[in-house]
T-cell receptor, first 113, second 108 residues
Framework: NAGVTQTPKFQVLKTGQSMTLQCAQDMNHNSMYWYRQDPGMGLRLIYYSASEGTTDKGEVPNGYNVSRLNKREFSLRLESAAPSQTSVYFC????????????FGDGTRLSIL | QKEVEQNSGPLSVPEGAIASLNCTYS??????FFWYRQYSGKSPELIMFIYSNGDKEDGRFTAQLNKASQYVSLLIRDSQPSDSATYLC????????FGTGTSLTVIP
């Protein structure tokens, strides 16, 4: 059982380049999330998707776009990468229902030079 | 006001001692509370959840919830060096909220 799978695990970009972070879950969860985690800052929500076909902004959405391709997949795109976007990015999913926890992928470590 | 407040630590305890981690929250409508453990360089993993007032025990871990006082805590008994990690408190209200985490070091 793979759970939440993120690709790539590591990436180095130059300022201005674009890229898409991929996330897929095989647990039939409705909700999916993208977070970034910087030292001392905790998890900060970038975007989330409560169900297939819907997406909403979180705390720090600027500079990012998302696509909920289907129930399994939720991608995060950086159109023009900036050094301030150097971070560790986590994707998470959870079933519908107020009492359910989130389950995390292994993360993508992104460096922008 | 942050939705979830945690003491960032670091918290250091000797091996075999009880580690106590605390979290306060502001949303009185919160239903469910979670503790995640995050090792350095790894992703958060769920270790405990609690929905009702009182204590919930799972092995060496005990979660305590007091909705009237709006706090939730995690006790780790017989702390081991392998418990050294950052512990994140989370809860669901209108949304899912995470605290910034408490760093725990267990000293052999």
């Amino acid at each position: 059982n793979a759970g939440v799978t993120q690709t790539p695990k590591f990436q180095v970009l130059k300022t201005g380049q674009s890229m898409t972070l991929q996330c897929a879950q095989d647990m039939n969860h409705n909700s999916m999330y993208w977070y970034r985690q910087d030292p001392g800052m905790g998890l900060r929500l970038i975007y989330y998707s409560a169900s297939e076909g819907t997406t909403d902004k979180g705390e720090v959405p600027n500079g990012y776009n998302v696509s909920r391709l289907n129930k399994r997949e939720f991608s995060l795109r950086l159109e023009s990468a900036a050094p301030s976007q150097t971070s560790v990015y986590f994707c998470a999913s959870r079933p519908t229902g107020g009492s359910q926890p989130q389950h995390f992928g292994d993360g993508t470590r992104l460096s922008i030079l | 006001q942050k939705e979830v407040e945690q003491n960032s630590g670091p918290l250091s305890v000797p091996e075999g001692a009880i580690a106590s981690l605390n979290c306060t929250y502001s949303d009185r409508g919160s239903q469910s509370f979670f503790w995640y453990r995050q090792y350095s360089g790894k992703s958060p993993e769920l270790i405990m959840f609690i929905y009702s007032n009182g204590d919930k025990e799972d092995g060496r871990f005990t979660a305590q919830l007091n909705k009237a006082s709006q706090y939730v805590s995690l006790l780790i008994r017989d702390s081991q060096p392998s418990d050294s990690a950052t512990y994140l408190c989370a809860h669901t209200g209108n949304q899912f909220y995470f605290g910034t985490g408490t760093s725990l070091t267990v000293i052999p």
